[in-house]
């Protein structure tokens, strides 16, 4: 039964448009959520996150909003730019828990 | 300062047969976590060391899999007897400071494992 849900495999941007990934969750009891960036043949890294407490996080051009009553976050990327092309996965996590329930990412695609 | 380092990249195997995979995490970093991602599912955690115990093994899938990290340092990850089930990539990460919720966990670049 997955936790964090994607359900876009992928999205397609246009470069300078606003990218903006979506995820669901279902366990009541996460109050962490990060988002992670892959490329091909390399590791996820760290994107961004936002603690439960806090509804807006803001990093240069990445921004996660997080809607507690929805179970539901998302990420938005503006402008976007070919670089961001990359598979994005959501994950969340409870205070004291030393792993990351993750979805099962969407492939952002950046066209010129 | 090198990153996490996984041996090795992809491995192809029988059934039936063993396969080892290596984790060598950022020096200093004490916590190391072992996820899998099978193909086109989501990234799921196995298990968690502090140096060398064992902290959330509660991830693994079964006892074919075993998890060592002797001396706190570098980890393997044996699976014996591989099934077609197993195949995936594996993906170590390290982190100084323990808790899921800092952000400040690294990543491998993986091994992949192929299981015929």
């Known amino acids: 039964d997955q936790q964090v849900k994607q359900n876009s495999p992928s999205l397609s941007v246009q470069e300078g448009r606003i990218s903006i990934l979506n995820c669901d969750y279902t366990?009541?009891?996460?109050?962490?959520f990060l988002w992670y960036k892959k490329y091909p043949a390399e590791g996820p890294t760290f994107l961004i996150s936002?603690?439960?407490?806090?509804d807006k996080n803001e990093d240069g051009r990445f921004t996660v909003f997080l809607n507690k009553s929805a179970k539901h976050l998302s990420l938005h990327i503006v402008p976007s730019q070919p670089g961001d092309s990359a598979v994005y996965f959501c994950?969340?996590?409870?205070?004291?828990?030393?792993?990351?329930?993750f979805g099962k990412g969407t492939h952002l695609i950046i066209q010129p | 300062e090198a990153g996490v380092t996984q041996f090795p990249s992809h491995s192809v195997i029988e059934k039936g047969q063993t396969v080892t995979l290596r984790c060598d995490p950022i020096?200093?970093?004490?916590?190391l976590y072992w996820y899998r991602r099978v193909m086109g599912k989501e990234i799921k955690f196995l298990l968690h060391?502090?140096?060398?115990?064992?902290?959330?093994e509660s991830g693994m899938p079964n006892n074919r899999f075993l998890a060592e990290r002797t001396g706190g340092t570098y980890s393997t990850l044996k699976v014996q007897p591989a099934e077609l089930e197993d195949s995936g990539v594996y993906f170590c990460?390290?982190?100084?400071?323990?808790?899921?919720?800092?952000?400040?966990?690294?990543f491998g670049e993986g091994s992949r494992l192929t299981v015929l």
């Open positions: 990460a390290s982190s100084r400071i323990r808790g899921a919720n800092t952000g400040e966990l690294f």
């Open positions: 994950a969340a996590t409870r205070g004291g828990a030393d792993g990351l329930t």
């Open positions: 936002i603690s439960s407490i806090k």
């Open positions: 060391f502090v140096k060398e115990s064992k902290q959330d």
């Open positions: 366990n009541s009891m996460f109050d962490y």
């Open positions: 020096s200093g970093h004490d916590n």
